[in-house]
């Protein structure tokens, strides 16, 4: 597919799939969205063993684009897109069976910082902010924004993010544990590629860490321990377990294929 609004490369086995919209800030459109879920499938049909997310320019993401939704039907909820579009994408990036990585290079702003803090590992450059911006137009957060924030930071704290609608520094958001790695603008990508190749490198079994922390505030203590055990006897029948006990009685780095 050839894209307008996003780019997709791969780097070995990481895929990078850049917002590519510089002049509105990467605020996302329907067409946008469409062509980053496209890529998602594109990706997880791929060798690919991480995908790393980012923005082009100066900015991770500017939210949703105001702009093309007032040249569009506005007799149309203001929901509906989320039902179309965001949900479907959102559930195909949680249900990955790779990692995903987001660069925060910049404002990272509404429904744009639904998708970098839903990644596994966030790092950002110390320029770069978080903001939920819904309660300055009238509405209120999406993109998973209110089940994923609690979670993350607590209650009290996305709830003023939310209703206060103020800039979270990067080295706060840092703080409160939103980022997992904070760096110098000019080292975000090669701190974040580090990353993303050590993830890719990594076994399958990183794919079910996603599943098992994804489904953690779903589950009762019970049901978590019989997903664990699940999971465990899908990655001890892997071939990457077998070679990561080999590697370790050999005492030599474990190469894992992702099988």
């Known amino acids: 597919m050839d894209y307008k609004n996003i ?9 990078v799939l850049k917002l590519n919209a510089p002049e509105v800030l990467n605020a996302l459109s329907a067409d946008m969205v469409s062509e980053i879920s ?36 506005e007799s149309a909820p203001a929901g509906s897109v989320l039902e179309t579009h965001y949900h479907p994408l959102m559930n195909k990036l949680k249900n990955m069976d790779i990692p995903m990585v987001s660069a925060v290079n910049g404002p990272c702003v509404g429904v744009g910082m639904s998708f970098a803090v ?23 957060p999406d993109g998973g924004a209110t089940w994923l924030l609690p979670r993350l930071i607590g209650w009290g704290r996305a709830v003023e993010l939310s209703m206060m609608a103020e800039r979270l520094p990067a080295e706060k958001a840092f703080d409160w ?40 505030f779903n ?4 049901e978590q321990f019989q997903l664990e055990a699940n999971l465990q006897n ?26």
Not at 118 to 140: C, E, P, R, T, W
Not at 195 to 208: D, F, I, T
Not at 219 to 222: D, I, K, P, Q
Request: charged fraction near 20%.
């Open 7 to 15: 780019q997709l490369d791969y780097v070995g086995r990481v895929a």
């Open 38 to 73: 496209h890529a998602v499938t594109a990706v997880t049909k791929s060798d690919a063993r991480c995908l790393l997310m980012t923005g082009e320019g100066r900015a991770f993401c500017a939210g949703a684009n105001l702009q093309a939704r007032g040249s569009g039907d």
């Open 118 to 140: 839903m990644a596994d590992m966030v790092i950002a450059g110390k320029s770069a902010y978080f903001l939920q911006a819904f309660a300055n137009i009238g509405l209120v």
């Open 177 to 216: 544990g939103l980022v997992n790695r904070l760096v110098e603008d000019d080292q975000l990508m090669d701190e974040a590629m580090a990353v993303a190749e050590k993830l890719a490198n990594g076994p399958m079994s990183l794919g079910l860490i996603r599943k098992a922390y994804w489904q953690t």
């Open 219 to 222: 589950n009762s203590y019970a």
């Open 234 to 259: 899908q990655a001890g029948a892997s071939a990457d377990n077998r070679e990561g006990v080999q590697a370790f009685l050999e005492k030599r780095s474990a190469k894992f294929t992702g099988k």
